[in-house]
C-alpha cells in the first residue's frame, strides 16, 4: 500500500522528466544490470516504458532524447544504458529513497 501512495503521490507531484529519471532507476533496481554495468538487463518498447512513467509516448520520447542529448543515457533499440547513474538519481530526485 504504501508504493502504490508513493506512485500515486509522484504521478501527481513530479514532472515527466523526473518520472521517467525515477523509472529507468525503477527498472535498473529490478532487472539489475547486464555484464557491461552499464545496460538494463530487460527490453521495453517505447510504449510500455510510457505506461510505465504515466505519461504520452510522444513525452517519454522526448525526455530519453534529452537524456542522450545530455549523454545521461545511451538507446539501442530497446535497451536503455545509464551513463550517468548520479546525474539521473538527481533529476530523478530520489537521491534519498534510493
Do not use: H
Amino acid at each position: 500500500l504504501k508504493n502504490a501512495e508513493s506512485k500515486i503521490i509522484d504521478l501527481v507531484q513530479k514532472s515527466v522528466k523526473e518520472r521517467v529519471a525515477a523509472s529507468i532507476l525503477l527498472l535498473k533496481n529490478f532487472y539489475g544490470m547486464e555484464k557491461d554495468k552499464k545496460t538494463i538487463n530487460t527490453t521495453l518498447s517505447r510504449g510500455d516504458l510510457s505506461d510505465l512513467v504515466g505519461t504520452a509516448t510522444e513525452s517519454l520520447i522526448r525526455s530519453l532524447a534529452e537524456f542522450k542529448k545530455n549523454k545521461i543515457l545511451a538507446l539501442n533499440g530497446k535497451k536503455i544504458m545509464i551513463l550517468n547513474v548520479k546525474l539521473l538519481e538527481k533529476i530523478a530526485n530520489l537521491i534519498d529513497k534510493i
